[in-house]
């Protein structure tokens, strides 16, 4: 079953949102679970921030200290905070939990994702 994203918008340079993604059981089951996004024109997905079940935590070096990934597994729920958007993190957000964190193509069920719009 795909997991489901919410929470994208449009959003002024400098704003927060923060995004949800909802899966199954099985989904939340996986040890680590990652934010990926692909800006408009581009042929991939990224990896934004990703975390464990134990707590290990990573981020992409242009959103450290802006973004804050947490997870709430009873919940079965995903979280990005978002804050201090800047233009260039303008993207389609999604969650997933690829065999290998680095290479999203490991993943098969991706979901509808969410839009954000950061405006300058």
């Known amino acids: 079953v795909q997991p489901v994203e919410s929470g994208g918008g449009l959003v002024q340079a400098g704003g927060s949102l923060r995004l949800s993604c909802t899966g199954s059981?099985?989904?939340?089951?996986?040890?680590?679970m990652g934010w990926y996004r692909r800006p408009p024109g581009a042929a991939g997905r990224d990896l934004v921030a990703a975390i464990s079940n134990g707590g290990a935590i990573y981020y992409k070096e242009t959103v450290k200290g802006r973004f804050t990934i947490s997870r709430d597994n009873a919940k079965r729920t995903l979280y990005l905070q978002m804050n201090n958007v800047e233009p260039d993190d303008t993207a389609m957000y999604y969650c997933a939990a690829p065999r290998v964190l680095a290479d999203p193509s490991t993943w098969d069920s991706w979901g509808p994702g969410t839009m954000v719009t950061v405006s300058s």
């Open positions: 059981e099985s989904l939340f089951n996986f040890n680590t």
